[in-house]
C-alpha cells in the first residue's frame, strides 16, 4: 500500500505548525545520540562560594574537542530580564572549537558576558546567556545546605534552574560561520551545537547549585539527586527573534518537514508491525500523560490547547487497548486515520511524534538529510517562462492566491527590525510608524502580487525579461522557483494577517528543537524547557532512548 | 574579524537602505560576501559606491547587448551585475561584450563569477591594465591583486572564453608519455586472460 506524503497546503499553515512536538527527529535528542559515545569532562570549576566565576567543560573524541566556557557572574535582581533588552545576566556562555588557552579565556571574560556588544572570533562557535529562577535556585540552595533534596512539586512546576534568553551561532558577533565547519561528520544536524551549548549549560546549573550550597554549610549539604538532576531541564525564553529564521531559511525548514512527512508516511506503509514496536509506542503514549499533567501554562490559549490535547490522548488510549488491533494490516494508517478523524490538530501531531520512537531505521537515515546548502538553490532559474512561474504558483499556492490584500485585515501587521536591538519585531502597520522599512516576510501578500503582475504577461515571455520591469517582486520570483522543488518551504498562511498567531511559527521551530511545555506569556514570545528528563553526560554511553516519555 | 554571514546580511540591508529592491539587495549581500571571501575589498567598494550614489547619478542597463554605451552617467555595477547574471545565457552567444564606463567594477565581478559557473565556462573582464579571470566561480584570478581597484572602469571588454585547453599538444604529449611509465607491457597471454572481458562479445 502507497501512502501519500501529506499536502503541504494543510501541513504548512500555521495552525498546524503550531501544534508541532519534538520527536525523534528533533534536534536535541539526535545530538545526545550523536555524541554519545564522546569523553565528557568538565576541566575547570573556578567559581567562589558565591557561585561566581569561571567554568569549563568539554566533549572529546580523538582529536576533535568542543569546550564549553562559562562566566557566572554576580547581577542585581533588578537588572536581571528575560528579555532581548536586557544587558546582564546571571551566566554567559560560549561554545569554543578546541582547548581554549588561557588567553583566550581572558580574552573571552571581556567579550562574552557583553553578549551581542561583544565581540567573538572564528574559534567560537556558539553563543549564548542564561538567568535563574531565582525562586527555584535560592530554593535549591536552601535545601541542599540544610541537607535536605528540594520541594519536588516546586521544581516539577517550574522545571529548571536556569532558563536562557537567547543561543546564538553561525556568525552573529564574529561566531564562526557555518561553512568552516560544516563538513564536519559529527555536526551534520541541524543546530547540533547550538544543542551542546544549552546541555552542558544544564550541566553548570547543577554543579553551581551543587556548589554554593555546599559553601552555605559545609557540614551539612548534600548534593542536588540525579534522578532529581535528571527531571530538570533548561528553560528558555523565546520572542519574536527566532519567527523569521523559518521564513529565510525555506529550503532548510522544508528538510525538517519533509523528513518528518517522509517518517509518517513510511510509517503508515508497515503492513505488520510487531508486538515489540506495538508495545514501545503504546508505552510511549500512556507514559506521555504525565508529560501533558505536568504541562503548566498560565496562557488561556495554551490551556484550551493541553486540555484538549489531554482529553484527545485518553480516547486515543482507549481506541488502542479496545478497538484497534495491532496484528491486522497497516496499523499505524488506521491510527492515522482515525486522529484525523476523530481529534485535533495538536493531538495528530503528538501522536505523529510518538509514531516514530520504535522504528530507528526509519527515522535514523532522515536525520542525516535535515541540513540544507541554501546556497545551490539562491540563483533564479531566469531561462524559464512567465508560463513555468504562473503553474507554480498555482500548484504551491493555491490559498494564498484566493487572499483578498484590499482587506485591511489581512495587511494589519509588519515585521521590522527594531534599530535598538538589531532584533525581528512585529507591529500593526496602521498604528505605528515604520512600515516603510518593512521586512520581506510578508511572503503571502508579496506572492499574490506577482501573481498578480503575471496575469498581465505573455506565457513565453522569459524570467529575466520579467524582472527587468519587476524588480521589486525579485525576492518572491526566487521563493517560488525554490517553493517549485521543496513543497514543505513555505508557510501557507498570511503572516501579516490581524489574527495571526507569531508563536506559532516560534513553537514549530522549538518543537524541531525537542522542546517541551510551550508556555506562551503572550501572542509574541513563549517559555519552554529543553533536555528535561534527559540523561545527564555520565550517563550518555547507555541510556534509553525514549527519556522523554519516562 | 567580522563573519561573513555578518558582511552578507549588513551589505544587503545596506543596499535596501539606499533603495535596491530586497531581491536585488540579496544580491548584493551573496556578491560582496564572495568578494569579501575572495580577498577582495567587497566592503569598501560597496560603502564607496553606495555614499557616492546619495548625491550621485548612475545609468541602469537592464538589456544587455554586444555594445553598451551609457548616455550620460557610468553603469550603476549592481543592477548591471544583476542583469547579466539574469541574461547570461544569452549573453554566452555573443563572446565578447562591451560597456563603455562601469561605476566600481570590482562589485561587477562576483555577478560575472557566477555567470561564470552557470554557463560552465570562463568569463575574462578587462578595462584599461587590469585584468580578471572568472573562474567557475572557484576563484578570480587578477593581475590587480593588493592593489584599489578604480572606481570607474572605461572602455571594458568581457569575453566568454570557450572550454579549450590551457596547454599545448606537445606539453601534454610529453606528460602522456611519462604517465605511460605506470602501464604494463601486455605479452599475448596477459592479452588473453588479464581483461575479464570482451573475450566472448561474439556471444
Redesign the interface.
Known amino acids: 500500500m502507497k501512502v501519500e506524503l501529506r499536502d503541504p497546503n494543510i501541513i504548512m499553515k500555521l495552525s498546524r505548525l503550531g501544534s508541532f512536538h519534538q520527536s525523534k527527529l528533533s534536534f536535541l535528542r539526535s545530538f545526545l545520540d550523536e555524541f554519545k559515545d564522546w569523553e565528557y569532562n568538565r576541566d575547570l570549576f573556578n567559581l567562589d562560594p558565591g557561585g561566581y566565576g569561571v567554568a569549563i567543560y568539554s566533549f572529546k573524541k580523538d582529536k576533535r574537542v568542543y569546550s564549553l566556557v562559562c562566566f557566572a557572574n554576580k547581577i542585581d535582581d533588578n537588572d536581571r530580564s528575560d528579555r532581548v533588552i536586557a544587558t546582564k545576566w546571571d551566566a554567559a556562555f560560549t561554545l569554543h572549537d578546541g582547548v581554549p588557552s588561557k588567553k583566550d579565556i581572558e580574552r573571552l571574560k571581556n567579550e562574552v558576558p557583553r553578549q551581542e556588544v561583544g565581540r567573538l572570533?572564528?574559534k567560537e562557535l556558539t553563543l549564548s546567556r542564561a538567568n535563574k529562577s531565582v525562586r527555584v535556585f535560592n530554593h535549591v540552595v536552601e535545601k541542599l545546605s540544610e541537607g535536605n533534596q528540594p520541594d519536588l512539586d516546586l521544581l516539577e512546576k517550574v522545571g529548571y534552574l536556569y532558563r536562557t534568553t537567547a543561543v546564538y551561532g553561525?556568525?552573529?558577533?564574529?561566531?564562526?560561520?557555518?561553512?568552516r565547519i560544516k563538513n564536519r561528520a559529527e555536526i551534520n544536524g541541524p543546530f547540533r551545537l547550538e544543542m551542546m551549548l544549552v546541555y552542558l549549560v544544564r550541566q553548570f546549573t547543577f554543579d553551581q547549585v551543587n556548589h554554593v550550597a555546599k559553601h552555605k554549610n559545609p557540614e551539612k549539604a548534600v548534593n542536588l539527586d540525579k534522578k532529581i538532576c535528571r527531571n530538570l531541564g533548561i528553560g528558555n525564553s523565546t520572542g519574536l527573534g527566532m519567527a523569521p529564521f523559518i521564513v529565510n531559511h525555506p529550503t532548510l525548514l522544508n528538510n525538517w518537514i519533509l523528513s518528518r512527512e517522509i517518517a509518517l508516511k513510511e510509517i503508515r506503509e508497515i503492513k505488520n508491525v510487531n508486538s515489540k514496536d506495538a508495545d514501545l509506542f503504546k508505552k510511549c503514549v500512556k507514559d506521555s500523560l504525565k508529560n501533558i499533567t505536568s504541562w503548566n501554562s498560565e496562557s488561556e490559549f495554551q490551556i484550551k490547547k493541553i486540555n484538549s490535547l489531554l482529553f484527545n490522548v485518553k480516547k486515543f488510549l482507549e481506541f488502542i487497548e479496545n478497538q484497534l488491533d495491532f496484528s491486522t494490516p497497516y496499523p499505524f494508517n488506521q491510527i492515522y486515520l482515525w486522529l484525523e478523524k476523530e481529534t485535533c490538530e495538536e493531538t495528530i501531531e503528538y501522536i505523529v511524534s510518538m509514531m516514530m520512537e520504535p522504528f530507528d531505521k526509519i527515522v535514523q537515515p532522515l536525520i542525516k538529510k535535515m541540513s540544507s546548502d541554501e546556497?545551490k538553490y539562491?540563483?533564479?532559474p531566469?531561462?524559464r517562462t512567465v508560463l513555468d512561474l504562473k503553474n507554480i504558483l498555482k500548484q504551491r499556492y493555491p490559498d494564498i492566491l484566493k487572499m483578498d490584500f484590499k482587506d485591511k485585515s489581512n495587511l494589519r501587521n509588519f515585521w521590522f527590525?527594531s534599530k535598538n536591538k538589531e532584533e525581528p519585531r512585529y507591529a500593526d502597520r496602521f498604528e505605528e510608524g515604520g512600515a516603510e522599512l518593512e521586512q520581506?516576510l510578508a511572503i503571502a501578500r508579496d506572492i499574490k502580487k506577482l501573481n498578480d503582475q503575471l496575469i498581465s504577461c505573455k506565457d513565453d515571455l522569459t524570467?529575466?525579461r520579467f524582472?527587468?520591469n519587476n524588480?521589486?517582486?525579485?525576492?518572491?520570483?526566487?521563493r517560488a522557483f525554490i517553493v517549485e522543488k521543496f513543497p514543505y518551504a513555505e508557510i501557507q498562511d498570511n503572516t501579516i494577517n490581524e489574527n495571526v498567531v507569531p508563536i506559532d511559527m516560534l513553537r514549530l521551530k522549538l518543537s524541531f528543537f525537542g522542546a517541551l511545555k510551550f508556555d506562551p506569556k503572550s501572542d509574541k514570545w513563549l517559555r519552554i524547557c529543553m533536555f528535561q528528563g534527559a540523561p545527564l553526560p555520565h550517563e550518555l554511553k547507555d541510556y534509553n532512548q525514549h527519556w522523554v516519555y519516562r | 574579524?567580522?563573519?561573513?554571514?555578518?558582511i552578507e546580511t549588513t551589505s544587503k540591508?545596506a543596499s535596501r537602505a539606499l533603495g535596491?529592491?530586497?531581491?536585488?539587495s540579496?544580491?548584493v549581500g551573496?556578491s560582496v560576501r564572495l568578494l569579501e571571501m575572495f580577498n577582495f575589498e567587497g566592503i569598501k567598494n560597496l560603502n564607496e559606491y553606495l555614499n557616492e550614489k546619495k548625491d550621485k547619478k548612475f545609468e541602469n542597463l537592464?538589456?544587455i547587448n554586444e555594445n553598451n554605451e551609457c548616455s550620460e552617467f557610468s553603469y550603476c555595477p549592481i543592477i548591471l551585475g544583476?542583469?547579466f547574471?539574469?541574461?547570461i545565457?544569452?549573453i554566452e552567444k555573443i563572446k565578447t561584450i562591451n560597456f563603455s564606463k562601469i561605476a566600481y567594477p570590482l562589485l561587477f565581478l562576483p555577478f560575472l563569477s557566477?555567470s561564470s559557473e552557470?554557463i560552465g565556462k570562463k568569463i575574462f573582464f578587462k578595462f584599461e591594465k587590469n585584468e580578471f579571470l572568472l573562474n567557475i566561480n572557484v576563484n578570480i584570478s587578477t593581475n590587480l591583486l593588493n592593489k584599489n581597484c578604480p572606481n570607474i572602469a572605461n572602455n571594458v571588454e568581457v569575453k566568454i572564453l570557450e572550454n579549450n585547453d590551457n596547454f599545448t599538444e606537445q606539453d601534454w604529449k610529453s606528460l602522456y608519455q611519462l604517465s605511460e611509465k605506470t602501464f604494463v607491457e601486455e605479452t599475448e597471454s596477459l592479452k588473453k586472460g588479464a581483461a575479464g572481458a570482451g573475450l566472448t562479445d561474439n556471444d
Not at chain 1, 553561525?170 to 561553512?179: E, N, Q, T, V, Y
Open positions: 572570533s572564528y553561525s556568525g552573529k558577533f564574529g561566531l564562526a560561520d557555518r561553512f546556497e539562491f540563483r533564479i531566469t531561462e527590525i520581506p524570467i529575466d524582472l527587468m524588480a521589486d517582486l525579485r525576492h518572491v520570483v526566487r | 574579524m567580522k563573519s561573513l554571514s555578518e540591508r535596491y529592491s530586497w531581491g536585488i540579496e544580491e551573496k537592464n538589456l544583476v542583469s547574471l539574469d541574461q545565457e544569452k557566477r552557470v
